[in-house]
């Protein structure tokens, strides 16, 4: 029998405790032993793994860093919340499970083609350059959301220009007398989805924690086959040393790309799932701290380690709710965690001291099994 060698054993001790997890969770949630908070929270700790595990494909794989990520995760939310109303009033989809599955697809490739569009003049760029300009797209593609107005136009729309004469247009008569729908108020028929600072309103909520588990595992698949395949080799050949890596033939570009824009894509999936989870969504929830929060995540997980990623991006959603307690000093106590474990894992003092521990633990037992 072939023995699995350490890379795929590390990737199935990833997916068992993603499992592991979710069928606590489902046991938890059928005894009604789960609170309503920790509950309410389970959707968004789904996206904020996706999210972070994304990010670690382009900080800690490719070694770019990136502080635009919010900016996908706005692209794909929106694209997400347009795409479930017109499918459920112009297709008739009535599956929310479907139409989620669609929604995530659709915000994917919307955050796919802004990460094409973002990653040609900004991928030649390195360091902090690069940082500052992601984050300039990021903040962009906000004050975009925050202009935009999309509604829905039903079969027959109704103007009220006058009170007394009422007129009534078809489809295709308003798009052909944009005129006429600027020059007059729309009745409750106009169904506005986007309403530009006010964000969406209205959203149907689709989003459950089962999808959320299926894209975490989705994301795994995709990020640790890519990190193990040729081009993951590649990517990661480019970040140690791109001068080597281009002299020995390897597309900078191309695998520095390719590792942007599947980051990009995932991170648009899991932007629809949330924009799907609340009833409001506005721009202002994608801003700049977004992006620092799930780079906090990579940076304390590990950059480079995606299973610290989700343990990190897991506890710190969770951790600010159970701090609630304390009120006014909550946010306070969440900044010290943050300080006192970002020093604790960048200590070589505590590295080595695990270090010492950790053969011991081998040594006795191996010598418990030679006994």
Known sequence: MKKLNKTTKSNFITYAIVILAFIICQSLISAGSMTRSLKGQLVPICVYIVMAVSLNLTVGISGELSLGHAGFMSVGAFAGIVFSAWAQAALGIENTIVRLLLCMVIGG?????????????????RGDYLAIVTLAFGEIIRNVFNCLYISLIPGSVQYVADAANPEVFTKTQVLDRLNIAFNTTPNADWNIIVNGPAGATGVTKIATFTVGFALI?????????????????????????RIAAESMGINVTKYKMMAF?????????????????????????????????????????????????????????????????????RMLIYAIVLIVVMLATNSPQIRQLVERIIPKRRKAGKEGEAA
């Open 217 to 241: 595992l989705f994301t795994l698949v995709v990020v640790l086959n890519l990190i193990n395949s040729r081009s993951g080799r590649a990517i990661m050949a480019i970040r140690d040393n």
């Open 261 to 329: 824009v599947t980051s990009a894509v995932l991170a648009g999936m899991a932007g629809a799932l949330y924009g799907l989870n609340y009833s409001t969504v506005t721009a202002s929830k994608f801003k700049f701290d977004t992006s620092i929060t799930v780079l906090v995540f990579v940076v304390l997980g590990g950059i480079g380690n995606i299973r610290g990623s989700i343990i990190a991006a897991t506890l710190l959603t969770v951790l600010p709710e159970m701090l609630r307690a304390f009120s006014d000093y």
């Open 109 to 125: 490739i919307f955050a796919g083609i802004a990460g094409v569009l973002i990653g040609i003049p900004v991928l030649r760029l």
